[in-house]
């Protein structure tokens, strides 16, 4: 195992707090009308609530997001965004019926998406922050690499619907930070807090991949940074951790379907799902031409956040830095696990979405070895100029329709940038409490984003004590491009 280094310390509260702020306030605002995806997450919740069943029978002609099994319908989604939504739909019907009033479908979705996914997505993107600077960046720079993902790629949308991607994405990375942290600072922990926090790890890996299957990447990621990084017998921990989840996910599939290790994908209904029924569930083998569609066709990665080609830079760097060579291979193999698994898939991008939304969870681990690719001026100012580039391309999609069809093959300059010009937006905070409409509903959130960049990059400290030898050479290793010895 690598030795452990110093580390710069956490963000002091009031960064980590305003950055929460200026995230979440950017992923409730759009109010994105529901479609498939989410409506049949929510009738799922509501029936085990309203009905204590988990069939969706009495909503399946709202959704074509379902699956058929021995005389019911139920969602085709994996159970983790449901499950974890039913204490909250629980909670919000206790609160309306002691006050003697109706909980509007409209408003418990609202709180859902804010809870499920606004939420632990302005959560995830402090720990972004908090991790870059424990690797070695400054604060201005982990600070703009932290909003280039936030605000600049598919993980604003995903944030603003209650999908299970940005949800998913969150809860892994927060077990990758704690293991990295772990890793860092070994010395400072006593064995028994060693373990709780690798349970914890592996408790918010487990959960991850209860709410999107392909977050098993994760885990497998995981396990091998931890076995290589740490002492060996803390495995054990990382899998008991994962425990509940396993156990919920079994008892889902058998009270659903009558076999453990059968999954809601596997009894899609609607014929527009014919080809999930190809290999798995829709897998079959990697393909050239989807690999390409998903990282540069017209909703390709890449298309609408260019600056991330700086991630794929920096991953050779990274895996090669003697310091941080765990972290760049867990990153390398992450990202190429996705992108394998995208390629393989009948429908790379996803149907109705603005982006290849499968990769939304390895987004991350493309941001992490950005920071090491910024190594002198003039790639810095080309990641500041395409990370704004990448940030119209994407508050356009947001704000005009995340979910576009699939049959508009150029959204980018036939449908999102021409609507946007013209005002033709999505529902907005603004204009469900004033009736506002165009162009002018945008004005308080971009108000919002400059006011909370300008007071968080405020609060950042102006001077640091100086860092102890060895990890200065780590900060100058990931900051200058010279690998440390």
Same mark, same amino acid.
């Given at each position: 195992?690598?030795?452990?280094?110093?580390?710069?310390?956490?963000?002091?509260?009031?960064?980590?707090?305003?950055?929460?702020?200026?995230? =979440?306030?950017?992923?409730?605002? @759009?109010?994105?009308?529901?479609?498939?995806?989410?409506?049949?997450?929510?009738?799922?919740?509501?029936?085990?609530?309203?009905?204590?069943?988990?069939?969706?029978?009495?909503?399946?002609?709202?959704?074509?997001?379902?699956?058929?099994?021995?005389?019911?319908?139920?969602?085709?989604?994996?159970?983790?965004?449901?499950?974890?939504?039913?204490? =909250?739909?629980?909670?919000?019907?206790?609160?309306?019926?002691?006050?003697?009033?109706?909980?509007?479908?409209?408003?418990?979705?609202?709180?859902?998406?804010?809870?499920?996914?606004?939420?632990?997505?302005?959560?995830?993107? $402090? +720990?972004?922050?908090?991790?870059?600077?424990?690797?070695?960046? /400054?604060?201005?720079?982990?600070?703009? &690499?932290?909003?280039?993902?936030?605000?600049?790629?598919?993980?604003?949308?995903?944030?603003?619907? +209650?999908?299970?991607? *940005?949800?998913? %994405?969150?809860?892994?990375?927060?077990?990758?930070?704690?293991?990295?942290?772990?890793?860092?600072?070994?010395?400072?922990?006593?064995?028994?807090?060693?373990?709780?926090?690798?349970?914890?790890?592996?408790?918010?890996?487990?959960?991850?991949?209860?709410?999107?299957?392909?977050?098993?990447?994760?885990?497998?990621?995981?396990?091998?940074?931890?076995?290589?990084?740490?002492?060996?017998?803390?495995?054990?921990?990382?899998?008991?951790?994962?425990?509940?989840?396993?156990?919920? &996910?079994?008892?889902?599939?058998?009270?659903?379907?009558?076999?453990?290790?059968?999954?809601?994908?596997?009894?899609?209904?609607?014929?527009?799902?014919?080809?999930?029924?190809?290999?798995?569930?829709?897998?079959?083998?990697?393909?050239? #031409?989807?690999?390409?569609?998903?990282?540069?066709? /017209?909703?390709?990665?890449? #298309?609408? %956040?260019?600056?991330?080609?700086?991630?794929?830079?920096?991953?050779?760097?990274?895996?090669?830095?003697?310091?941080?060579? /765990?972290?760049?291979?867990?990153?390398?193999?992450?990202?190429?696990?996705?992108?394998?698994?995208?390629? %393989?898939?009948?429908?790379? =991008?996803?149907?109705?979405?603005?982006? /290849?939304?499968?990769?939304?969870?390895?987004?991350?681990?493309?941001?992490?070895?950005?920071?090491?690719? +910024?190594?002198?001026?003039?790639?810095?100012?080309?990641?500041?100029?395409?990370?704004?580039?990448? @940030?119209?391309?994407?508050?356009?999609?947001?704000?005009?329709?995340?979910?576009?069809?699939?049959?508009? $093959?150029?959204?980018?300059?036939?449908?999102?940038?021409?609507?946007?010009?013209?005002?033709?937006? *999505?529902?907005?905070?603004? #204009?469900?409490?004033?009736?506002?409409?165009?162009?002018?509903?945008?004005?308080?959130? =971009?108000?919002?984003?400059?006011?909370?960049?300008?007071?968080?990059?405020? #609060?950042?400290?102006?001077?640091?004590?100086? +860092?102890?030898?060895?990890?200065?050479?780590?900060?100058?290793? $990931?900051?200058?491009?010279?690998?440390?010895?």
């Amino acid at each position: 195992p690598h030795a452990p280094r110093p580390v710069v310390p956490s963000p002091r509260r009031p960064v980590a707090l305003l950055l929460t702020l200026l995230l =979440i306030g950017a992923y409730v605002y @759009f109010r994105v009308p529901p479609g498939p995806n989410e409506l049949t997450r929510f009738f799922s919740i509501v029936v085990l609530v309203d009905e204590g069943v988990p069939y969706i029978d009495r909503y399946a002609g709202l959704t074509p997001d379902k699956g058929y099994h021995n005389g019911h319908y139920y969602s085709d989604k994996a159970p983790g965004t449901f499950l974890l939504g039913v204490p =909250i739909y629980a909670a919000l019907r206790v609160v309306a019926s002691a006050f003697g009033l109706a909980l509007p479908p409209s408003t418990a979705l609202a709180v859902l998406q804010v809870l499920l996914a606004a939420l632990p997505s302005a959560v995830q993107g $402090v +720990l972004l922050f908090d991790l870059l600077r424990r690797l070695g960046s /400054p604060e201005g720079r982990a600070l703009g &690499l932290t909003l280039s993902f936030g605000l600049a790629t598919i993980a604003f949308p995903f944030a603003s619907m +209650l999908f299970g991607h *940005q949800l998913a %994405s969150s809860l892994a990375f927060a077990a990758f930070a704690l293991l990295v942290r772990l890793r860092l600072r070994t010395g400072d922990y006593t064995e028994a807090a060693a373990r709780r926090r690798v349970v914890i790890s592996g408790l918010l890996a487990g959960l991850a991949t209860l709410v999107e299957y392909p977050a098993v990447i994760v885990v497998v990621a995981l396990l091998g940074y931890l076995w290589l990084t740490l002492p060996r017998r803390l495995t054990i921990p990382f899998l008991v951790g994962g425990v509940p989840s396993a156990i919920a &996910l079994v008892a889902y599939n058998w009270l659903v379907f009558g076999d453990p290790f059968r999954l809601s994908y596997q009894y899609v209904s609607d014929p527009i799902w014919a080809g999930m029924r190809e290999g798995f569930v829709g897998l079959t083998y990697p393909r050239l #031409s989807a690999l390409a569609e998903v990282l540069v066709g /017209p909703r390709g990665l890449l #298309s609408f %956040s260019p600056h991330l080609v700086f991630g794929m830079i920096g991953l050779r760097r990274l895996a090669r830095d003697s310091r941080l060579r /765990p972290e760049g291979w867990f990153c390398a193999f992450t990202v190429a696990a996705f992108l394998l698994l995208n390629a %393989s898939y009948y429908a790379p =991008i996803g149907h109705w979405s603005m982006g /290849p939304r499968f990769l939304t969870i390895a987004i991350p681990y493309l941001v992490i070895p950005a920071a090491a690719a +910024l190594v002198t001026q003039n790639r810095q100012m080309a990641y500041c100029a395409l990370a704004g580039l990448s @940030f119209l391309f994407v508050f356009a999609g947001t704000a005009v329709d995340p979910k576009v069809r699939t049959e508009i $093959v150029f959204p980018l300059v036939d449908y999102f940038l021409p609507r946007l010009i013209r005002g033709e937006v *999505q529902p907005t905070l603004l #204009s469900e409490a004033f009736g506002t409409t165009g162009f002018p509903t945008l004005l308080p959130l =971009i108000a919002w984003l400059v006011g909370g960049i300008v007071l968080v990059w405020a #609060s950042l400290p102006r001077r640091v004590a100086p +860092l102890p030898a060895s990890a200065q050479a780590v900060e100058v290793g $990931v900051v200058e491009g010279v690998t440390p010895v």
